[in-house]
């Protein structure tokens, strides 16, 4: 009894326990439910606070979304659906979610309402059957309010309208058509024994024929398992299928088996399947159906949203075939919405405004919205500047009041030549065709030429006027619009400037001459074309001689080359032979080397060369033989480094198709240098600059037969070859004094591109590519590296947005790589020092003048000149000379030394001031 009593207690005990344990249990889960909830809000607060500062953060938009909907925050989350809207085009995936959302909660006719803008504004993204099918179902909810069905119907059009064409899921919206309107049909019907009118015949008729029509329609557009379709149909209507529904089925049927194996590489293929769509494409298009063509431009666009060359292969088929303005106006905001970093799709924005007759206000906000997309290319901005600028010049009207827009268009051409300058330089306007066409206007319909001409002097003053091309440009201007004065002045001044295609000019400006001058014109002209020419033809044949010489060179190096190998293979052989004599006489090996060796020994002072004949001083000390100048080593040197070293003439005629190239490894060699660049463009010549011995000295020319070539090259620069960057930039001739060097890279803030530090010296660019491109679409990865090649640790990872590289820099800062922690963050450089006024040159003793731009004063002061060559001054007062006035003193002495007090001042030779100095 005791033993039961003791066991039941335990068990009470246990079970107390377990419900203490219990209730400890459901503690803990409510206190880990509360962190939860506070760390979600805390996340809730940060997106927020983020998306305020910066609108444009897609993954932030979508995080917060996520969040609240896990919350069930429904205002909150409302809230951030609508301002996700407003930035970006959402997915169908986010549209089906909101959707979802907010269908059961519309109840009054107001929410209805809502809902119904909701499903307006979803379609308008993109043609998603699954949205579509959303929207009819929630039409076919309101059906019992007034006009109902008829709304249930006109949704149900405008979805067969946009999706009905989709071939593999159109079928469905189809069906769902059909069983609404069968469903209205079996509404109708008569109740068995019942006795109908004539009216409600005629109503079950009408509405009969609408489901027969259906089918009919249904029928002639290839879907997939339309067999099934035509089988319902022929069940549906009890009897044989018309004639002529069979024939448009079977057409169909047709076209749906030549369509197939394109919707079957679709399903095959991994998204976004872009080359799929676009092969499927061209068949379309070569069946010339519209409807289908764009249903099709739909499907594709759904996967490759962010594809701007597919927006712009739809947006030109609308253009140029359709012709619709509504659809073509709002297929341009979609792409501008999706791609708005894209320069050719502004460009064709503006033109379709123009074309579609836009007021200036429309048309200059859009160009407005143009400019502050961020385009990344100098191209982009200048072609939109070009339609923008052409579309003013259209808008003035000469024959009334211009003034106006006349001042509009000349600003404009102003502000855009001065953008494009400011933030690209030259290559901003490669061409300077922005002030070309203002001049062209200016001379042409305002009759003002002096504006053209200073437009002109300004093009010339900002580094084209080497280019033949240009002054032609401005001289055939001249010529249609100036005067014979102005026009000699221009080829005059070309004549002196051009370095490139110097016989353009040469023969223009002789037959200008010979049209409009004098006998005495003509003459003068011919005489300065022909000296032109000669000195540049003497350079070009030097250069040709030069090079002739350093191939023959070459190859009679490499012919004494191979005779010295032949020499010691000779000589290789006779000392085996002489060892094989030494061998068959009966001398040992031993004996035989020592002969060898004394042989030579007393040969090779047989051919040393007599030293110098010695003399004595009057002291007795002997005293050697000065070597005379033809046998100074320091000469002999140089005349070697002359004969065997390689000069390169400049040829300024080739400058504009040919790059330098530097920092070579001293290994690379030609056929390395010309598969680095063959995919630039055609190349006639590589040339890698050597020394006396033939070695490469790290740099060397690459010329192209194309000047475009050269713009394809230069973007190589930096480009790691053999293991070291290359430097790759444009030939010019330094002695010209134009600036030829600028900073490659943006010195300001680059939103889009981080600058990432602490990377591990193995980690290569394809790594890097790796870890970054997970957080968005990549532009381009840059590691900085030594000239050498030899890694610094620091990279540059360049995203296509702004916000893709906000979200890598949250993603990845602090990441450890290996057993370093990076560190990211917006790439900002710090403001580069600008060169303060020069100072003026300070004299010193040897070599030139000293700067003293960032190291204060220079430390050779004083005034070095021997006091045997210095004469007093005149002055009254005894002053502690500078070291200019000391300068000038040593120059004084020098040329009193030199010269009579009546004859004229001549130079002192270094013999003079030896001699001065000896006294």
Not at 177 to 192: D, S
Not at 253 to 282: D, F, N
Not at 302 to 320: A, F, G, S
Request: hydrophobic letters at 35%; glycine letters at 6%.
């Amino acid at each position: 009894m005791a033993e039961n009593m003791e066991e039941e207690n335990i068990n009470d005990r246990s079970k107390n326990e377990t419900e203490d344990d219990n209730e400890m249990d459901d503690g803990s889960d409510d206190s880990d439910s509360d962190d939860t909830a506070a760390q979600d809000e805390a996340r809730i607060r940060e997106l927020e606070k983020e998306i305020s500062k910066n609108p444009y953060l897609y993954d932030c938009h979508v995080e917060l979304i996520q969040k609240l909907r896990e919350l069930g925050e429904l205002d909150r989350l409302r809230a951030a659906r609508q301002a996700m809207q407003k930035c970006f085009p959402l997915s169908e995936e986010i549209w089906s979610q909101w959707l979802q959302d907010e269908i059961p909660l519309a109840q009054e006719k107001e929410d209805r309402e809502k809902v119904e803008a909701l499903f307006k504004l979803a379609i308008q993204d993109y043609v998603s059957v699954t949205v579509w099918l959303e929207y009819v179902q929630f039409a076919i909810g309101g059906m019992g309010e007034e006009g109902g069905i008829q709304h249930v119907r006109e949704v149900f059009e405008q979805a067969i309208t946009a999706v009905g064409l989709h071939v593999p899921m159109g079928a469905t919206v189809w069906e769902a058509y059909r069983e609404f309107e069968n469903a209205l049909l079996t509404g109708l019907m008569p109740q068995p024994g019942a006795v109908t009118t004539k009216e409600q015949e005629e109503a079950f008729s009408v509405q009969h024929r609408k489901v027969a029509n259906l089918f009919k329609r249904q029928l002639t557009i290839p879907l997939m398992d339309m067999e099934e379709t035509f089988t319902e149909y022929q069940e549906w209507l009890g009897g044989t299928v018309d004639r002529e529904v069979e024939k448009c089925y079977k057409r169909a049927l047709e076209q749906l088996g030549r369509v197939k194996p394109y919707e079957q590489q679709l399903l095959e293929s991994e998204a976004p399947r872009l080359a799929a769509y676009q092969a499927y494409l061209e068949f379309e298009l070569s069946e010339g159906d519209p409807a289908r063509v764009q249903c099709l431009f739909e499907r594709a666009i759904l996967d490759n949203c962010l594809v701007p060359d597919l927006w712009l292969q739809y947006t030109k088929y609308l253009d140029e075939k359709l012709k619709i303005r509504s659809i073509s106006m709002a297929a341009y905001d979609r792409a501008l919405r999706n791609c708005p970093w894209s320069g050719a799709l502004w460009r064709n924005y503006v033109l379709a405004l123009e074309r579609n007759a836009q007021p200036f206000d429309v048309v200059k906000g859009a160009m407005d919205k143009a400019l502050m997309a961020g385009f990344t290319e100098a191209s982009d901005y200048l072609q939109v500047w070009t339609v923008y600028i052409d579309y003013l010049r259209r808008r003035i009207d000469w024959t009334k009041d211009h003034e106006q827009d006349l001042e509009t268009f000349r600003l404009t051409v102003e502000r855009a030549a001065d953008h494009l300058y400011e933030n690209f330089g030259l290559d901003g306007d490669p061409e300077a065709s922005l002030r070309q066409h203002r001049a062209r206007i200016e001379a042409r319909h305002c009759g003002n030429m002096a504006g053209a001409r200073e437009l002109w002097n300004q093009v010339m003053q900002e580094g084209y006027g080497s280019q033949a091309s240009m002054w032609l440009s401005y001289y055939r201007l001249e010529r249609t619009f100036g005067d014979v004065k102005h026009c000699r002045r221009i080829l005059q001044r070309a004549l002196n400037s051009v370095t490139d295609w110097l016989e353009c000019i040469t023969q223009a400006y002789i037959d200008f001459e010979r049209e409009e001058g004098t006998l005495e014109d003509y003459e003068v002209a011919y005489s300065k074309c022909e000296a032109q020419l000669a000195r540049v033809n003497e350079r070009k044949a030097k250069a040709a001689e030069k090079e002739a010489a350093l191939k023959e060179q070459q190859k009679q190096k490499k012919k004494q080359q191979q005779q010295k190998e032949h020499k010691k293979g000779d000589k290789a052989g006779g000392d085996k032979g002489e060892q094989a004599g030494a061998q068959q006489t009966g001398l040992g090996a031993g004996k035989w080397s020592a002969a060898v060796t004394g042989a030579r020994s007393m040969e090779d002072k047989g051919r040393k060369r007599k030293l110098p004949e010695e003399s004595t001083d009057r002291d007795g000390f002997k005293m050697p033989k000065a070597p005379s100048v033809e046998e100074s080593p320091a000469k002999k040197a140089k005349e070697d480094l002359t004969d065997h070293g390689e000069s390169i003439q400049h040829d300024p005629s080739k400058d504009n198709v040919t790059i330098f190239v530097s920092n070579l490894d001293y290994s690379t060699t030609e056929d390395a240098l010309r598969e680095a660049f063959q995919q630039c463009g055609e190349i006639t010549e590589v040339r890698l600059v050597k020394n006396y011995k033939g070695l490469s000295k790290g740099f060397g020319y690459v010329q192209f037969t194309d000047a475009k070539a050269v713009l394809s090259a230069l973007k190589l620069d930096r480009h790691p070859i053999d293991g070291r960057p290359m430097f790759v930039s444009r030939c010019e001739d330094r002695s010209s004094g134009r600036k030829t060097h600028q900073f490659k890279y943006a010195t300001a803030m680059e939103k889009n591109k981080l600058f990432v530090k602490n990377l591990p010296f193995t980690c290569t660019a394809e790594a890097l590519e790796t870890i970054f491109k997970e957080h968005g679409k990549l532009k381009d990865v840059r590691l900085v590296t030594y000239r050498s090649g030899a890694p610094k640790g620091l990279a540059y990872v360049e995203y296509e947005t702004e916000e893709m590289a906000t979200h890598a820099i949250l993603k990845t800062d602090g990441l450890q790589i290996g057993d370093h922690v990076i560190s990211v963050a917006i790439s900002n450089p710090p403001q580069r020092k600008q060169p303060a006024a020069l100072a003026p040159p300070v004299p010193s003793l040897g070599g030139g003048k000293k700067d003293t731009e960032f190291h204060g004063k220079a430390r050779t002061q004083v005034a070095l000149v021997p006091r045997a060559v210095q004469r007093p001054g005149s002055g009254a007062t005894s002053q502690k000379p500078s070291a200019t006035s000391s300068s000038s003193s040593a120059a004084a002495a020098a040329g009193s030394g030199a010269q009579d007090s009546s004859g004229p001042k001549a130079k002192m030779s270094n013999d003079d001031f030896r001699k001065l100095l000896l006294k």
